[in-house]
């Protein structure tokens, strides 16, 4: 009978033997399938970390991407890109109306806010500074800002029925004239122009 002796314990095993007595008593030492067991697992976890490291870098880049979006979007909506100045005056029966100063900046003269998004500084893009009726577009986007949009920031109806808060009296009528000609009330939506001249009227 052939024995040998183990290299750990120095029991002598039979030959046949000898590997089922190292996995048997002695699995943790070298030799053993554990070892390269463990140098997986361990390199698995390195991975992992490796893994973890590559996600924060990502999340870092993206967080980079977004903060310098932002603030390019803030510099985008205050940097003005349309400054016009049309012209507005409304004369009923014959008398002028007063255009207030501060549509579009007072609250109580703020009453549509779908423009908004256009707007510099906390004001409608549409907006009064004074009671010349000079109306000042101030937007920080390229748009088509028309005198319907005024009246509603405004909080006034203009249509053949009514004219601002005054109805049109039997027998007269309503109409605008833009840079001096005349166009029916209600059928169009004048698309202000720097310079342009707007009359509204309503009267025999
Ligand atoms: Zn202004
Ligand atoms: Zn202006």
Redesign the pocket.
Known sequence: METEQCPFCGASVKKENLKGHYDRVHPKQPGSLVRPTQTFARASVFKSHRRGNLAILALFTLAVIGISYAASELAAANTMRMHWHPQLSVTINGSPVTVPARIGIDPSLWKDHSLDQYGMEG?SPL?T?DTSGQI?E?SNTVHDFTLQELLAIWGQRLDSNQVLNHPVDPGHRAYIIVDGVQKPMGTLDVVFVDGQRIQVVCGP
Request: glycine share 0%; no cysteine; hydrophobic share 20%.
């Open positions: 004001m907006h500074h000042h101030e």
